[in-house]
């Protein structure tokens, strides 16, 4: 399987902290995006990051992509209750998309 | 600017039946996708349409699964017949292109098999 590896599978901070979610994958990509998924909706576009880019920002976000060790990772910093949600990756290659198993995340008040 | 519309939102059926999604997606929108993901998974790619040609079909079970997308617009997936391991999200999605460019889902059709 080509799939990407989220890791770690679910994280429990408290309200205030920050969270990292990491993502693995297993071939040469053109960019790696993440989603963030609210129980029994459809998936949001957070982040994109290009292969030849390092980092990225977008509010409180902040995602990393290291080509050489084929990872991604995703910093939510300043966490909230409403970021409560599951984390996914989906690493673009050839004309694809491959998602990860994903990261659920719960922050608690 | 409306989002991906997709219908019906819950469905439950019996094994053997048949079942068929909808999915509007954005207007202009020349990629279309659909993924299947089961409880606790991440979506996992079913098809891949560019206008109403086929881009990549590999993963889509061919002996019961079959989807179509008319005039390079809306498109529908059917299940016949359905079997329980088929009990998941049926996620459509679209993006302006097939060059890695954001992929827009839509809110979800959920499938249970009795």
């Known amino acids: 399987s080509q799939q990407g590896e989220e890791d770690p599978q679910a994280l429990s901070i408290q309200e205030g902290e920050n969270a990292t979610m990491n993502c693995s994958y297993k071939t040469s990509i053109n960019n790696l995006q993440w989603y963030r998924q609210n129980s029994g909706r459809g998936l949001v576009h957070l982040i994109l990051i290009r292969s030849n880019e390092r980092e990225k920002h977008s509010g409180r976000l902040r995602v990393t992509l290291d080509t050489s060790k084929k990872s991604s990772s995703l910093l939510i910093t300043a966490s909230r209750a409403a970021d409560t949600a599951s984390y996914f990756c989906a690493s673009y290659y050839g004309q694809n998309f491959v998602f990860g198993p994903g990261t659920r995340l719960s922050v608690l008040p | 600017e409306a989002g991906v519309a997709q219908s019906p939102r819950y469905k439950i059926i019996e094994k053997r039946q048949s079942v068929a999604f909808w999915c509007n997606p954005i207007?202009?929108?020349?990629?279309l996708y659909w993924y299947q993901q089961i409880l606790g998974q991440g979506p996992k790619l079913l098809i891949q349409f560019q206008n109403n040609g086929v881009v990549d079909d590999s993963q889509l079970p061919k002996d019961r699964f079959s989807a179509e997308r008319l005039k390079g617009v809306d498109s529908t997936l059917k299940i016949q017949p359905a079997k329980l391991e088929d009990s998941a999200v049926y996620l459509c999605a679209s993006s302006p292109g097939s060059s890695g460019n954001t992929i827009y889902f839509g809110e979800g059709s959920w499938l249970t098999v009795v």
């Open positions: 207007s202009g929108h020349a990629t």
